[in-house]
């Protein structure tokens, strides 16, 4: 019922930017959470950014600074602005959206979704 893309990962040099996108479709609601996490490999996927329905946001201590959380509601898109990218941010990035949607039988549900993934190398 809900299918997000993301998009905008790539290669960079350190200090270079780069801003990822995740665009959510289908018969939507609202999104009511908004987070963005990243995963190294040989580690255990964390939690990088988050922002609210209310618009509270919040940053893991790496990245406090750098990243900025945002969102078009009427475009059902989140974003992760990144600056000053380091080596230690490569990782794939993920976004998860807590989606209220419409199912197939129009009655209203929530659950959360995940994006496919994209990946973010920061490299000389």
């Known amino acids: 019922q809900v299918q997000l893309v993301e998009s905008g990962g790539g290669l960079v040099q350190p200090g270079g930017s780069l801003r990822l996108s995740c665009a959510a479709s289908g018969s939507i609601i609202s999104i009511y959470a908004m987070d963005w996490y990243r995963q190294a490999p040989g580690k255990q996927r964390e939690l990088v950014a988050s922002l609210t329905s209310g618009g509270s946001t919040n940053y893991a201590d790496s990245v406090k600074g750098r990243f900025t959380i945002s969102r078009d509601n009427a475009k059902n898109m989140v974003y992760l602005q990144m600056n000053n990218l380091k080596p230690e941010d490569t990782a794939a990035y993920y976004c998860?959206?807590?989606?209220?949607?419409?199912?197939?039988?129009?009655?209203?549900?929530?659950?959360?979704?995940w994006g496919q993934g994209t990946q973010v190398t920061v490299s000389s």
């Open positions: 998860k959206l807590g989606v209220a949607y419409y199912t197939y039988y129009s009655s209203p549900e929530e659950r959360d979704y």
